[in-house]
Structures are given as structure tokens and as C-alpha cells.
């Protein structure tokens, strides 16, 4: 490996821990996931969350003006969907009954966690965004051709995410043994409300985008 492709996987890293990192309702997940059925549903999680990031990368690589383009065209629906999915999924969330001590997950729930995870990353049409931004301030060329480098470049985004999503899930699988069951039901009743409020808030930044089109 060249000294530039060693520079093109590390802005790729680079960029999967700025996608990754913020506070959003997948990082809510992958910690409520670990407290509850301990560290493989977390990184199930993490991963499903990774995997789509990397889907994310590998379209802006190959096209960003297209990926964003279509992104814009269909940003409305794409909103409205992922709005409504995160208050589905947040009310499940918050209704959830904890499961008891020490109770893991088997490989289906493992997964339906992986499933879960990428389908609530991928309902989030501004991570498209997200990536346009971080190629930009990381001067990140864009030719629209499949080469080496943009290989490279998608693998260092989902080592990156990998690695932000692997802390997450460590950090919060070292508390795990001081919940209780009752402190479980708490930390989803928390979970379910901050997933709620991402998903109204969607909503309301859309509707807010409506009436100010509409005037």
C-alpha cells in the first residue's frame, strides 16, 4: 500500500466516525441493545448500522451528485418514511418489556437486531448529506468511476463506523451488570422517548419546510 492509498483509507475512517459519532436515534439503539441483551446484540447492531453507512459511501463515492440529487427529488417521502419509523419504533421501544438477568439473544434475534439497525440507518435520508459533507471538508475527489482508492475508501468508512459502533457497545456492556431489571425498563422507557423525539422532530422540521413553501 502507497503512501496516498494509506491517506485515502484513513479519511474513509475518518469519515465513518463523523457519520457514526453524532447522537442520533441508532446510537440510542446499539446502547439500549447492549444493556438489554448484552454485547453481540450491540454489535449486531453496530454492524447492521456499519453496513449501511458503507451503502451510503459507496453511493457517494461512485456518484455523489446523483445520490444526492435523487435523495433531493424524493426528500419529502423519504422524511415523511423515516419520521414515521422512528415513532413506530420508538413507541415499541418505550412499551418493550426488559427481558430477564442475563438473558443474551440467539442467532435469529441477532439478525433481526442487524436488520433493525440498518433498516433505522437507512431511514435517515440525511446521512446522504452527512457523507456529501464529509467528502467536501475532507477534500475527497469524486469521479464518479470505480477504481482501487474508492474500494479503499468505502472500507476505511465501515472500519470506521465499525469501530465507533464496537466503543458504543463496550462502553455500555460494562454498565449492563448494574441494571436492574426495573433500571432496564427505565433505560427503555428512556430509549423509546428519545427515538420518539428524533422521529417528531422529522417531522415537525418537515412540516415547518411545508408551511414556509406553502406561504
Known sequence: MTGDDALVLAKGVAI????????GPVNVL???RALEHGWRAGIASGLGAAAADTLFAAAAALALAQ???LVAAHRTVLVLAGGLFLLAYGWRTLRATPPGPGAGRDAAGLVADFASAF???LANPITVFSFAGSYVALAVPVDGRVDARDAL??????????????LLVAAASRLRQRFTRSGLAIANRVAGIVIIAFGAATLAGLALEAARGGG
Open 16 to 23: 465513518g466516525l463523523m457519520v457514526a459519532a453524532p447522537v
Open 30 to 32: 446499539c446502547a439500549r
Open 67 to 69: 445520490a444526492t440529487g
Open 119 to 121: 433498516a433505522l440507518t
Open 153 to 166: 475508501l468505502v472500507a476505511g468508512v465501515f472500519l470506521g463506523s465499525t469501530c465507533w459502533w464496537t
